[in-house]
C-alpha cells in the first residue's frame, strides 16, 4: 500500500500561507512520469508520419521560412537561427537546436538536405563547428516543405507561451519520413527509418495513388531496397521485405571496395564507399587493432586519402604473397566495414505513435497531400472569388469615373459617398468600400482593357478550382502532378547498390 508523505505546495488565495497539503506520492510520481513520457513521445523524439519532421525539425525550418532565409538569399549565423527558434517556438537547449539543424544541412546524414549550410558542418568523424562560425539558409528542398503553409494548408497551433502561431505539421510536397529517414529514442519506444531515394519514392507514391489496392511487391518494384547518403552495398533482401511489409527488420550494408594495384609491386584494397553513419578513421583504427592483434595478416600499411573534396578513399595495402580478396572478405567479417541497419519505422499518425510499412507510409502521406491540395484550393478559390467581385465593381465604376469622384467630392463623410455609390452604381459594400479606399491617383489611371482582362483570368481561375474541388481523381491527378514536378527537381541517381 502506498504510503502518503507530506508535501508543500504553493497556497491559494486567501488560504492560510502555513497549510500543508498531504498528496500521494506514489500517485504524483506516476502522473508526472506520464506527463514525461507523453512529452518525449508526441513533442520531441517521435516524427510526424505526414512530413516526417520533428517539432524541432518543423520549428527550424517554419523560423527558418518565416525570417527570408531562402535559397537565393544571403547565409545567416546559425546563432541567429537557433536563437529566433528558441526564443519563439522552442524553449529547450540551444545545443539540441544545434545539432537537429547541422543534421538537415549534413549531406552524409540526409539523403536530401533541406538545410543550406555554409562552414564547417562536421564530418562522419568529427563534429561541426560552434554555431557563432557557421551559417545557414533554407535548401531548394525545404521550400517543397514549407511552401504554401500560408494559405491555410495546414492547421496552426499556439506557441509555449500562446503568443505566437506555428504550424503542426508542414504541407511536404514530397515523402520527407522515407527520403531521409528519421531517428529517436522516446520513453519506452523508439524509431529507427532508412533513407530512400526521392525518385523511387515518388514513383511507389503515384503508383499507389493510381492503385490504391496495390501490393507490397508491386511497390517493391519501384522502391527495392533503401538508399543511403553515403553508397554502400545492401546485403539482404529479405530483411528489407520484412520492413517494408510489417515496419520492423534488418540487412546489412557493406562498404565498397575494389582490389587494385596501388604501387608498382603492390596490390591493395580501395574503399570509396562506408556503410551509413561510420566514418573512415573508426574504421581505419579498428584494421591497426586488428593487425597488431595479429587477427589480419598480410596488411603492410593503411593509409586514409579521405578529404571534403575528393570523398572517401581508404588504402590498404597488401604485402606480396598474399589473397586481396581473402582479406577482404574477413575486413567485412571483423571491422565495421559491413555494418547491420536495422529498421524500426515508428511515427505519429494522428497523434498515436504507429509501427507502418512502406505501403502504409506512403498511404499516410497520400491522404496528406490530398488535403492540403484541396484546402489550398479552397483558399486560392476564395480569393479569386473576392478579387472578381472588387473588379467587377471597378468596372461599373469605371464607366462614369467623373460620376465616381464627384459623389466623394460632394459627400460629407465616407458613411454617405458609400451610401450613394452604392445607390447609383448598384454596388456592394465591399465593393463601394474598395473604391473609397483606393487612391484618387489609381482610380482614374484604371484601363477598362486590363480590368476586362483580369476579369477574364479570375473567371478561369474560378472555373479551374471548382472543377478540381468537384472530383476527388482531378485532385489524385494533381497530387500526382505535383510530385512528378518535384521529382524533376529533386531526383539524384541511387547511390547503394542492391547486392545478392
Do not use: W
Not at 409 to 426: G, P, V
Not at 464 to 483: F, H
Request: charged share 25%.
Amino acid at each position: 500500500m502506498a504510503t502518503k508523505t507530506p508535501k508543500a505546495v504553493l497556497p491559494k488565495p486567501g488560504e492560510n500561507p502555513g497549510k500543508i497539503v498531504d498528496i500521494d506520492v506514489s500517485a504524483e510520481m506516476s502522473e508526472s512520469f506520464l506527463e514525461y513520457a507523453y512529452s518525449v513521445i508526441y513533442s520531441r523524439a517521435l516524427p510526424d508520419a505526414r512530413d516526417g519532421l520533428k517539432p524541432v525539425q518543423r520549428r527550424i525550418l517554419h523560423m527558418m521560412f518565416d525570417m527570408g532565409l531562402r535559397p537565393d538569399k544571403g547565409h545567416v549565423k546559425c546563432a541567429r537561427v537557433v536563437g529566433e527558434v528558441m526564443g519563439k517556438l522552442h524553449p529547450h537547449g540551444d545545443g539540441a537546436i544545434y545539432d537537429a539543424a547541422v543534421r538537415l544541412a549534413q549531406p552524409f546524414t540526409t539523403r536530401l538536405p533541406l538545410i543550406d549550410g555554409h562552414g564547417n558542418f562536421g564530418s562522419l568523424d568529427a563534429g561541426p563547428a560552434a554555431m557563432r562560425y557557421t551559417e545557414a539558409r533554407l535548401a531548394p528542398a525545404a521550400l517543397a516543405m514549407v511552401n504554401e503553409s500560408d494559405e491555410n494548408t495546414v492547421d496552426f497551433g499556439g506557441n509555449y507561451d500562446g503568443q505566437l502561431l506555428e504550424p503542426l505539421v508542414l504541407p511536404a510536397a514530397f515523402p520527407n519520413l522515407l527520403v531521409n529517414g528519421a531517428t529517436g529514442i522516446a520513453v519506452g519506444m523508439a524509431t529507427n527509418m532508412a533513407p530512400h531515394n526521392l525518385g523511387e519514392v515518388v514513383a511507389a507514391t503515384k503508383h499507389l495513388i493510381e492503385n490504391p489496392k496495390a501490393t507490397l511487391k508491386a511497390l517493391m518494384k519501384f522502391v527495392p531496397a533503401p538508399d543511403f547518403p553515403t553508397g554502400g552495398e545492401i546485403v539482404g533482401l529479405s530483411g528489407v521485405e520484412e520492413a517494408y511489409a510489417t515496419g520492423r527488420g534488418s540487412f546489412k550494408v557493406r562498404a565498397t571496395a575494389i582490389v587494385e594495384k596501388v604501387t608498382a609491386r603492390k596490390q591493395g584494397i580501395v574503399i570509396t564507399e562506408f556503410p551509413f553513419n561510420i566514418g573512415p578513421e573508426k574504421v581505419v583504427e579498428k584494421i591497426a587493432d586488428l593487425v597488431k592483434a595479429k587477427k589480419i595478416q598480410g596488411i603492410s600499411d593503411i593509409v586514409d586519402l579521405s578529404d571534403g573534396q575528393q570523398g572517401t578513399k581508404v588504402v590498404v595495402e597488401i604485402k606480396n604473397g598474399y589473397e586481396p580478396e581473402e582479406i577482404l572478405e574477413k575486413l567485412y567479417k571483423l571491422t565495421p566495414m559491413e555494418d547491420q541497419f536495422s529498421v524500426n519505422a515508428v511515427a505519429l499518425v494522428n497523434g498515436r505513435p504507429q509501427t507502418l510499412g512502406l505501403k502504409e507510409l506512403l498511404q499516410v502521406f497520400i491522404d496528406h497531400r490530398i488535403e492540403v491540395v484541396r484546402r489550398r484550393s479552397e483558399h486560392r478559390l476564395g480569393k479569386a472569388q473576392a478579387r472578381l467581385n472588387l473588379v467587377d465593381g471597378l468596372l461599373k465604376a469605371i464607366i462614369d469615373i467623373d460620376k465616381v469622384i464627384k459623389i466623394i467630392r460632394a459627400s460629407e463623410d465616407a458613411t454617405t459617398a458609400k451610401a450613394d455609390l452604392i445607390k447609383s452604381f448598384k454596388l456592394s459594400d465591399e465593393q463601394a468600400t474598395y473604391i473609397l479606399d483606393m487612391p484618387l491617383r489609381r482610380l482614374t489611371k484604371m484601363s477598362k482593357l486590363e480590368l476586362e482582362t483580369e476579369s477574364k483570368e479570375l473567371s478561369a481561375t474560378i472555373k479551374a478550382l471548382q472543377t478540381l474541388l468537384g472530383s476527388e481523381d482531378a485532385i489524385r491527378k494533381q497530387v500526382s502532378a505535383e510530385l512528378t514536378e518535384v521529382a524533376k527537381n529533386f531526383a539524384t541517381p541511387r547511390r547503394s547498390r542492391i547486392g545478392e
